[in-house]
């Protein structure tokens, strides 16, 4: 009978500690990450009346006979399931989604404490406490790699009031861009020049008239709306400063005129000759007449006009300015007794195009690739027409045209007829054919300038695809200094690619070479043919502010990897820069830290750049219920729990961290108040056991009576 009595006892006890557990939960319900506790029943040792038997014969076996003694709590259970998040308008509130725990340390890092609640906030002293606190430990910034290394010890973080940056001389230039390969451009200059801020510079050497040695390559270039030459090896133009002029004789009165005209072999006409015949006159002027009527009859082929003076001489006239006809003059055969001599007159010669070259060739016709070739031919040939001290100059000017100029010195001076007509070549294995917008840009040129009139002529623009791109750099002291980069289109092949020269510069005091001018550098950069990058020169720069920072400062040019595509490339597209940046700053003050999911604390300073300062670590364990509660939202390592294993959030099965959030408690209060009934039920049911087990004993005692 007394059994009973204890087997309800017991069960008071026991349902008295899960009455505890439970209020203790709902006590918590709005404690920062508090992870509630669950009370486990057990049985107490029964006592065996009869043990079992087995069977025997045709005895059947039988089970043991026993009384149980009552119940228990066993163990404890912590429920480390997720607590909802919770957003706060604090930034360094702090919640974990998933595993893990924070690390806290009351006594510089001796001893390691956990916890889940992330209510941290900066003391005085810049230290990252709890509200126990306690220190939040982590990593912290290497003010030498000024970087985090998670993989060193954890420490205290701290972060001291009124930290400020040191300034950092920029040491890298990171360049994206893509420069146009297409036949129209958007972006374009004077093909000769480049510009740094507002002053023209020539990229190349310059001769003794003040005119650039190396202009470009014409092939590569552009008209004034962006319209690509794309020049093709033997095209070209016929330019004349004076028209052929030849005095082919007097008449002889009454004698038939048979005459050939050789003329350009790019007409294409058999035999690169006209054949003409004029009839005998009676008198030498009708004679003279008919020869000239023979003669301007086939001017639309020869270009050749004859007139007749009143001394009965022909003379020849071919003003080079017709691109169906033959320039120059050239009378191969004349009938004898005529009166007319074979002869030649040439003041017209082909500038054809060469992709490679510049040269002269037979008869006084030259090959040119750049603007400079072209230019100084031309000026040479205008200096060889009626007297050797012609005084002609031609030059290109910042428009990148071409400007001709008559002196007015008079000194051996002509008037000069200016004629530019398009080269083309139809003969048989030898086709060249015209190339209109270069003939175009020449052809403006076509002009008279009267001898001693200082009388000028211009072509049209030519210009070079261009693109430029400019940052902010630093030097040692924090200073800044603009580094502009301009890129200008110079060579095309066919089979490898493209080349475009580079100009780097900065702005006076600052150099960035030791040659003058000290404040550029020229360099050059090679595409391939689909677009990549092939190679680039130079890889960096030493820059030297020249106001007190420390000189010869490196800094190298990022402009992609060989044979890629993640840096400049050259597509037939606008030319732009999507992306540029340097990893240089000036110093700065602390302005404000936020988190992020990695529980890096990110610093933004008053220079605008923001870095991490400190990160905070988070520990693993192998049985988060074997964790000791200390109080003050604490957990303790227990022999247990296993060792803490210790690292960034978000990695080997850690959690995430989310800023400016806290993790509620994951008290369900709906279930609480359940567990609550059920305890008062079970509490009462023992209850109730003790009265009635009193009541025998009541029953028993009053037999005696």
Not at 502 to 507: I, N, T
Not at 605 to 628: C, D, P, V, W, Y
């Amino acid at each position: 009978m007394l059994k009973s009595l204890f087997s309800g006892v017991s069960g008071l006890q026991s349902h008295q500690v899960a009455m505890d557990v439970e209020s203790n939960n709902i006590a918590n319900v709005n404690t920062t990450g508090f992870k509630y506790s669950r009370a486990n029943f057990s049985d107490l040792l029964a006592q065996t009346k009869a043990i079992a038997t087995a069977p025997q014969g045709a005895l059947g076996g039988k089970n043991p006979v026993q009384v149980g003694l009552g119940s228990t709590i066993s163990s404890m259970t912590r429920i480390f399931s997720q607590g909802s998040v919770q957003n706060s308008d604090k930034n360094t509130d702090v919640a974990i989604q998933g595993d893990g725990f924070y690390i806290v340390s009351p006594d510089g890092g001796n001893t390691y404490k956990y916890t889940r609640a992330g209510d941290f906030k900066f003391d005085a002293g810049g230290n990252f406490v709890d509200n126990n606190g306690f220190v939040t430990q982590g990593w912290l910034r290497d003010p030498i790699s000024g970087k985090v290394d998670s993989t060193a010890p954890i420490t205290d973080i701290n972060i001291p009031p009124g930290l400020t940056t040191p300034a950092s001389a920029s040491q890298e230039v990171v360049l994206k861009a893509n420069l146009n390969s297409g036949p129209n451009v958007e972006s374009f200059s004077p093909a000769y020049e480049i510009k740094t801020g507002t002053t023209n510079v020539q990229p190349a050497a310059i001769d003794a008239n003040g005119n650039a040695i190396s202009a470009g390559n014409i092939g590569v270039m552009f008209n004034e709306v962006g319209e690509a030459f794309s020049l093709q090896q033997d095209q070209g133009v016929w330019v004349s400063f004076l028209s052929s002029s030849l005095t082919a004789g007097t008449v002889i009165a009454n004698t038939a005129m048979d005459i050939t005209f050789n003329i350009d072999p790019e007409l294409g006409i058999a035999g690169n000759a006209v054949n003409i015949t004029a009839a005998a006159g009676a008198t030498v002027a009708e004679t003279a007449n008919n020869y000239v009527s023979a003669i301007n009859a086939q001017t639309a082929i020869t270009g050749i006009t004859a007139s007749v003076d009143a001394s009965q001489v022909i003379t020849l006239i071919n003003n080079n300015g017709s691109s169906s006809a033959s320039h120059n003059i050239n009378l191969a055969t004349v009938t004898s007794g005529s009166g007319l001599a074979t002869g030649t007159s040439t003041t017209a010669h082909r500038y054809q195009y060469n992709t490679s070259s510049a040269a002269s060739l037979a008869g006084g016709d030259k090959t040119f690739t750049s603007m400079a070739d072209l230019r100084k031919w031309m000026e040479d040939e205008a200096n060889n027409q009626g007297g050797a001290t012609n005084g002609i100059t031609i030059a290109v000017n910042d428009a990148g045209k071409f400007v001709i100029q008559n002196p007015n010195s008079g000194v051996d001076d002509y008037d000069m007829n200016l004629k530019v007509t398009a080269y083309t070549n139809k003969t048989s294995g030898s086709v060249v054919t015209s190339n209109t917008r270069f003939t175009r840009n020449m052809e403006a040129m076509n002009s008279v300038l009267p001898k001693a009139s200082g009388g000028q002529a211009f072509s049209q623009s030519f210009n070079a695809a261009t693109h430029s791109s400019s940052i902010d750099i630093f030097d040692s002291l924090g200073s800044k200094h603009t580094l502009r980069m301009e890129f200008r289109k110079t060579a095309l092949d066919t089979s490898t690619g493209s080349s475009w020269a580079m100009l780097v510069s900065v702005p006076a005091p600052a150099t960035i070479d030791t040659t003058a001018p000290l404040d550029e550098k020229t360099g050059s950069i090679r595409f391939n043919n689909d677009g990549s990058l092939a190679t680039y020169n130079p890889p960096n720069i030493s820059f030297s502010g020249n106001n007190g920072s420390a000189p010869d400062q490196q800094v190298s040019l990022s402009f992609g990897t060989a044979n890629s595509f993640d840096g400049m490339t050259s597509f037939d597209s606008t030319s732009s820069t999507s992306g540029i940046s340097q990893d240089g700053y000036t110093g700065g003050d602390l302005v404000g830290i936020r988190i992020d999911q990695s529980g890096t604390l990110v610093g933004s300073f008053s220079n605008g750049r923001s870095f991490g300062l400190a990160q905070i670590g988070m520990a693993k364990f192998t049985n988060n219920e074997g964790l000791s509660v200390e109080g003050g939202n604490i957990f303790i390592q227990t022999a247990n729990s296993g060792d803490p294993i210790i690292g960034t959030a978000a990695t080997a099965g850690r959690g995430f961290i989310q800023a400016a959030a806290l993790e509620a408690s994951n008290v369900d209060l709906s279930r609480a108040l359940t567990q609550l009934i059920i305890i008062q039920r079970g509490f009462q049911a023992n209850g109730k056991t003790i009265t009635t087990s009193d009541q025998l004993l009541q029953t028993l005692i009053g037999l005696k009576n």
